[in-house]
Each structure stands twice: as structure tokens, then as C-alpha cells.
């Protein structure tokens, strides 16, 4: 069992950056990658960056340029920074870790970006 804990989400105004942070426990030495998706209102859970253990980053097309993913493998912990946010951005944001085939996730984190 993997335990995910997320922080960092807010409201914050077009053009500014916010930082979500991903504390992972329990048996976090089975995780793989872990990542993050957001869910706005009325639309689907969408993928948004990804990090293997490694440390190779993926990102969806929108974020791009703008997001950050990173790992800190120590602190079992894994960061999206945000900048360049913009109000499609809003949504609650998930952290996700993959132990073989099983998605754990967390409670999520409320975004919201004003224009």
C-alpha cells in the first residue's frame, strides 16, 4: 500500500506560479513513476507530467514549458512547479504513483487561477 499526500494548491492570479508538493509512505519502495493529472469541473481526470525513477520527465502538450515535474528520491517526494499559469489551469490536481500495474492516489489539491 502506497499513501499520497498532497500540498501546495491555491488561488493565485493569471501569470503566477504555484508549487504542489506529493509526500509518499508505506511501501514506497515498490513505486515506480509517479506523476500528476488534474480534473476540472465537468471534464475528465487528464494526464499532466509524469517522473520515472530515473528522474525522465514527461509532460502533457499543454504544460509544456510552463510545469515542472521533479523527484527528491529521499524525501520520497515529488514536486510540480507552475508557472506561466493561466486560467485553464484551474482544476484539482492529483499526485499518482504506480507500483506495477496498481495507480495509487491522492485526495487531491484545489487550483485555482484567476484572470
Known amino acids: 500500500q502506497v499513501h499520497l499526500v498532497e500540498s501546495g494548491g491555491g488561488l493565485v492570479q493569471a501569470g503566477g506560479s504555484l508549487r504542489l508538493s506529493c509526500a509518499a509512505s508505506?511501501?514506497?519502495?515498490?513505486?515506480?513513476?509517479m506523476g500528476w493529472y488534474r480534473q476540472a469541473p465537468g471534464s475528465q481526470r487528464e494526464f499532466v507530467a509524469s517522473i520515472a525513477p530515473g528522474g525522465s520527465p514527461n509532460y502533457a502538450n499543454s504544460v509544456k514549458g510552463r510545469f515542472t515535474i521533479s523527484r527528491d528520491n529521499a524525501k520520497n517526494t515529488v514536486y510540480l512547479q507552475m508557472d506561466s499559469l493561466k486560467p485553464e489551469d484551474t482544476a484539482v490536481y492529483f499526485c499518482?504513483?504506480?507500483?506495477?500495474?496498481?495507480?495509487?492516489w491522492g485526495q487531491g489539491t484545489q487550483v485555482t487561477v484567476s484572470s
Open positions: 499518482n504513483a504506480v507500483v506495477a500495474i496498481t495507480n495509487y
Open positions: 508505506g511501501s514506497i519502495f515498490t513505486i515506480n513513476a
